[in-house]
């Protein structure tokens, strides 16, 4: 006798590393209200290794993802997989227009998704359930929750962040650290998000009576690396690492930190997604909508910002971020300890 076959439900997160951890709450909040349910879940390939830990999830799905292009030849033979699943309902938590394709193509019968003001002709057409989106004051958690409102389901009592690390890399992540208990990742992808090199200086030469050894990394782009290969050369007095690759190793060694101290930046969200203290320093953002929530975490929110959010660099007089001082990030860095 064949045994009941279960109803099953994919969760969508097609953007960014660091949305797919904010989804985390949501989608636990699912599992919760739906526990006799198969809950899967859709993201870019290159973020699969961040929920690969995740043992309530019954299975994550990669998707090949080209910034800027639909490839709809590579894309396909993952759709037809997707379409055989027969899920009975997708919940798309991007509310962009990929995501809103992906929603029509896997043809689940219930498809729940944002109504955007923006996007291609016909959107919203994309799902059988519209969700008006909360006002972006709200913390990016909770904005991600409220697109699960038709299935009603209650509002999480835990909005912590939740992804683990291989255990198996924990050796390697050790020897990557050397010895540092503080990671201080001072890069990021939009240079508008960097706080001043010469901040990061002053911080690391004060913070050094606190006994706790801190490091110095950043993320692998060309540009990234640069800086990073500049701040070397300053002599800083901490260790300057190399940027930890790929991303299975970067959760590991992130999950051996102490405390890791960052901009507004997918690594800041992946920390506190493995329940490392973070302390984060915001610009061009709001911390109100995106910095970790929980006691254990800690931010600073910079001077006011005249950059558009569509350019990546800052070209103001006074930038927003230069506006933390030292002597700031001091202090809260040692309230954390």
Same mark, same amino acid.
Not at 100 to 111: H, N, T, V
Not at 239 to 265: R, S, W
Not at 299 to 325: D, E, F, N
């Given at each position: 006798?064949?045994?009941?076959?279960?109803?099953?439900?994919?969760?969508?997160?097609?953007?960014?590393?660091?949305?797919?951890?904010?989804?985390?709450?949501?989608?636990?909040?699912?599992?919760?209200?739906?526990?006799?349910?198969?809950?899967?879940?859709?993201?870019?390939?290159?973020?699969?290794?961040?929920?690969?830990?995740?043992?309530?999830?019954?299975?994550?799905?990669?998707?090949?993802?080209?910034?800027?292009?639909?490839?709809?030849?590579?894309?396909?033979?993952?759709?037809?997989?997707?379409?055989?699943?027969?899920?009975?309902?997708?919940?798309?938590?991007?509310?962009?227009?990929?995501?809103?394709?992906?929603?029509?193509?896997?043809?689940?019968?219930?498809?729940?998704?944002?109504?955007?003001?923006?996007?291609?002709?016909?959107?919203?057409?994309?799902?059988?359930?519209?969700?008006?989106?909360?006002?972006?004051?709200?913390?990016?958690?909770?904005?991600?929750?409220?697109?699960?409102?038709?299935?009603?389901?209650?509002?999480?009592?835990?909005?912590?962040? $939740?992804?683990?690390?291989?255990?198996? =890399? #924990?050796? +390697?992540? %050790? !020897? &990557?650290?050397? *010895?540092?208990?503080?990671?201080?990742?001072?890069?990021?992808?939009?240079?508008?998000? $960097?706080?001043?090199?010469?901040?990061? =200086? #002053?911080? +690391?030469? %004060? !913070? &050094?009576?606190? *006994?706790?050894?801190?490091?110095?990394?950043?993320?692998?782009?060309?540009?990234?690396? $640069?800086?990073?290969?500049?701040?070397?050369?300053?002599?800083?007095?901490? !260790?300057?690492?190399?940027?930890?690759?790929?991303?299975?190793?970067?959760?590991?060694?992130?999950?051996?930190?102490?405390?890791?101290?960052?901009?507004?930046?997918?690594?800041?969200?992946? !920390?506190?997604?493995?329940?490392?203290?973070?302390?984060?320093?915001?610009?061009?953002?709001?911390?109100?909508?995106?910095?970790?929530?929980?006691?254990?975490?800690?931010?600073?929110?910079?001077?006011?910002?005249?950059?558009?959010?569509?350019?990546?660099?800052?070209?103001?007089?006074?930038?927003?971020?230069?506006?933390?001082?030292?002597?700031?990030?001091?202090?809260?860095?040692?309230?954390?300890?």
């Amino acid at each position: 006798m064949n045994a009941v076959q279960r109803p099953k439900l994919l969760a969508i997160q097609f953007k960014y590393l660091g949305d797919v951890v904010v989804a985390t709450p949501a989608l636990r909040a699912l599992r919760r209200a739906l526990p006799e349910w198969e809950l899967h879940a859709l993201v870019p390939e290159e973020a699969v290794p961040l929920l690969a830990g995740t043992r309530w999830l019954d299975r994550i799905w990669g998707f090949p993802r080209r910034r800027g292009r639909a490839a709809l030849g590579a894309s396909w033979p993952m759709i037809r997989r997707l379409r055989r699943e027969r899920f009975a309902v997708s919940v798309d938590f991007a509310g962009n227009d990929r995501g809103a394709m992906l929603s029509l193509l896997i043809g689940a019968r219930r498809r729940i998704g944002v109504v955007a003001p923006s996007g291609f002709y016909l959107r919203s057409r994309c799902y059988t359930d519209r969700v008006e989106a909360f006002d972006l004051t709200r913390h990016e958690s909770i904005r991600t929750w409220a697109v699960t409102a038709p299935l009603r389901v209650p509002f999480p009592e835990d909005m912590r962040l $939740e992804i683990a690390a291989d255990a198996e =890399l #924990a050796g +390697a992540a %050790r !020897a &990557a650290l050397g *010895g540092a208990q503080v990671l201080c990742y001072v890069t990021a992808s939009q240079p508008k998000r $960097e706080w001043p090199i010469e901040h990061w =200086l #002053a911080f +690391a030469k %004060r !913070a &050094a009576n606190l *006994g706790r050894a801190i490091a110095f990394t950043g993320g692998s782009s060309e540009r990234e690396k $640069e800086l990073l290969q500049a701040l070397a050369g300053r002599k800083p007095g901490v !260790a300057v690492l190399p940027p930890p690759e790929p991303l299975e190793l970067l959760l590991a060694v992130l999950a051996q930190a102490k405390v890791v101290v960052t901009g507004d930046t997918g690594p800041m969200h992946f !920390a506190a997604g493995l329940g490392v203290p973070t302390l984060s320093l915001f610009g061009p953002t709001s911390a109100q909508r995106w910095a970790p929530v929980g006691a254990a975490h800690r931010w600073i929110q910079g001077g006011l910002c005249p950059c558009s959010g569509h350019s990546a660099v800052c070209y103001a007089a006074h930038r927003c971020m230069a506006a933390i001082t030292p002597e700031q990030v001091y202090e809260e860095y040692s309230r954390l300890l």
